[in-house]
């Protein structure tokens, strides 16, 4: 499709399901084989689920998808990064990490479980993911940065509601962003000269903008740092690196 609407044969593609993984490890492990360099990594892949979903890495799916794998993957594809200098990092986030908390002793909501409070604790731990990594690379050449689309119209809120999804996908498509105009903000962040080394920021709309006060706790983003790393290495075949 995307050679098709381009024009352009020099596009190739590796896939995996961010809810494994293992599939995540294979596909840092094929670009590796593939690939010596890589100037820009977006993680951009996300999901929201209505009702929870255990997963055998000791947290519920939704935390697994938005912060575990893109933690995972980036982490192997580090040293590609590094020797691509400069290179840039974006981290899709949401505006919804303003509700987010971060619960150590239940990051999986054994306590009870809510849809639109896992995304926030997911979309929370995607900005402290940022701001420690982009501290983790000062002085390699590498940017990391996190990116607010806003509200676009995507089937985030089809695949998970039941009957009602279709219906609720198409009245949020009412005064949603077109992918289009989401992936704006992106695009900008990974092109643009305009940014050129700028880093460890939260933007919105092309600009950068203070994030939630605790997605600046740099204790906490520590302890997020060391539990994601336990956890992508519960079911480990290699380390991270």
Known sequence: MIKGETGNEAIHYLLADYSDLQQVRDLAGAFNEQ????????????????RRRPTPFGVEMTF??????????????????????????????????????????????????????????????????????ARRLAGTGVTVNAVHPGHVATDIWKNDFSFIGPALKWATGLFSLSPEQGADNSIYLASSPEVEGVTSKYFVKREAVPSAPLSYDEGVARQLWEVSENLVQSLAVQPVR
């Open 35 to 50: 690939y010596s360099r890589l100037d820009v990594l977006v993680n951009n892949a996300g999901a929201f689920f209505n």
């Open 64 to 133: 697994v998808v938005n912060h575990l794998a893109p933690f995972l993957l980036t982490n192997l594809l580090l040293e590609t990064l590094k020797s691509s200098a400069p290179a840039r990092i974006l981290n899709l986030s949401s505006d919804a990490h303003k509700q987010g908390t971060m619960d150590f002793n239940d990051l999986g909501f054994e306590r009870g479980y809510f849809g639109i409070k896992a995304y926030g604790r997911s979309k929370l731990a995607t900005n402290l993911f940022t701001y420690e990594l």
